[in-house]
């Protein structure tokens, strides 16, 4: 019986972690595995907790509040003089970074079809592309994704399933995964990847994804519990997850001294348990992710300008579309300007990590937002893991930032 409750539970978080199980995720930690080997585990644990936590204080405004992050914002911030312009900034840095994402979802699922084919073209990795952003309109412009979401959260899942198999039968070196996952440690050539492992799973568009699937899922106090059980097994699986993903490249790429430059290159990491069949497998998942993440960026980002801007009924509609299809249409712009795949979707992890702290900066101030959450507030605990993770990241991006300028 606690099993089917569980599985009656299951919603937001569910949905938060199929969303950076992309293809994101799965390039950055195959290079991550192939590159630097097990070192970069504390990254992701990191990046993990830091999701959990701000997941649910997400989850928990959507539930209590019944408001989405956008709204709430909206609303606590109503009377600063700051507000407009504040309100630019969320709306800018959202626009931007999740057109960046949406270049690297699209990218993505055409390097799945580039792992499918042999000798794939510059002709198919374009039209796959057109094709794929032609399915995720249709299903914006129709409000259908909920129903293509369902499948393409299966493949990803089944995707997930294969790297776990994978790490059982490819005998990882344990004592190197624990030190790996417990001793932090960066270096200048890692920088990049540590803060794209964070930009991957700590997805700001999610903060805003979750407080409106929240508050259309839960209504309340009563269901407080409920929601962050969603969001801790979730999110702390959907973690584990990648974890599995850098360990099968650092066993299968890294001990052989091998590098990722291809979807080709990152299917050798399946191959113990798949042999011959882990191209489709890997490039089917690729496909899944893609797609699906292309329909969540858009809409999260819909979501958040609409609850911000507050238009009337009649022409809210029409911004949420407009919207939405825009961000895919500049994604399409971005995927097709002719960089390497790998390397969009490196860049929009990397812009990921770089939001991250402005966006988790407005959460926090949010949460403690009494009027709003009443007894529900952030207590010392939350807010003091907050201003960890906020820390942290903002450490990270000016590191990266005083380096590229050479001060570092």
């Not at 819909?302 to 009337?312: D, L």
Request: glycine share 10%.
């Amino acid at each position: 019986m606690a099993s089917l409750n569980f599985l009656k539970n299951v919603g937001p978080g569910a949905l938060v972690a199929a969303a950076f199980i992309g293809p994101g995720t799965v390039t950055v930690c195959t290079l991550a595995g192939a590159n630097f080997g097990y070192t970069l585990l504390w990254a992701l644990l990191f990046a993990t907790v830091a999701t959990i936590i701000f997941q649910e204080m997400s989850g928990r405004l959507g539930t209590i509040a019944q408001k989405g992050l956008g709204e709430a914002l909206r609303e606590s911030l109503q009377h600063s003089i700051w507000k407009w312009p504040l309100f630019a900034l969320i709306a800018i840095a959202l626009y931007g970074g999740n057109a960046a994402y949406e270049a690297g979802n699209l990218s993505g699922a055409a390097l799945g079809v580039s792992a499918i084919l042999d000798e794939p073209s510059d002709n198919v990795f374009t039209w796959t592309i057109i094709v794929i952003a032609l399915v995720a309109a249709l299903a914006l412009w129709r409000g259908s994704y909920k129903q293509v979401e369902r499948l393409l959260m299966a493949l990803v899942l089944f995707m997930g399933v294969a790297f776990i198999s994978t790490f059982i039968v490819s005998r990882p070196d344990l004592a190197a995964f624990m030190q790996g996952m417990f001793t932090p440690s960066i270096e200048d050539e890692s920088l990049v990847t540590v803060v794209a492992l964070i930009g991957t799973t700590v997805v700001p568009y999610n903060l805003f994804l979750h407080a409106s699937a929240a508050k259309a899922r839960w209504q309340g106090e009563a269901d407080l519990p409920a929601a962050r059980t969603d969001s801790i097994v979730s999110i702390g699986l959907g973690g584990l997850v990648a974890m599995f993903i850098v360990s099968t490249a650092a066993a299968s790429l890294f001990s052989r001294g091998l590098g990722a430059t291809s979807a080709a290159d990152m299917a050798i990491q399946l191959e113990p348990l798949f042999g011959s069949f882990s191209k489709y497998l890997l490039g089917a998942g690729l496909f899944a992710a893609g797609l699906s993440s292309s329909l969540t960026a858009p809409l999260a980002t819909a979501y958040a300008i609409t609850e911000i801007i507050n238009p009337n009924a009649i022409i809210k509609e029409k911004i949420f579309r407009g919207v939405s299809l825009s961000v895919l249409l500049v994604g399409v712009v971005f995927a097709l300007s002719g960089a390497k795949p790998i390397n969009i979707i490196i860049g929009a992890q990397f812009a990921n990590g770089l939001l991250l702290p402005i966006i988790a900066a407005f959460l926090l101030y949010t949460m403690n937002n009494k009027a709003l959450l009443g007894k529900h507030t952030n207590g010392l605990v939350a807010n003091s893991l907050g201003a960890i993770v906020f820390l942290v990241s903002v450490g990270l991006g000016v590191r990266l930032v005083l380096k590229s300028l050479s001060v570092m």
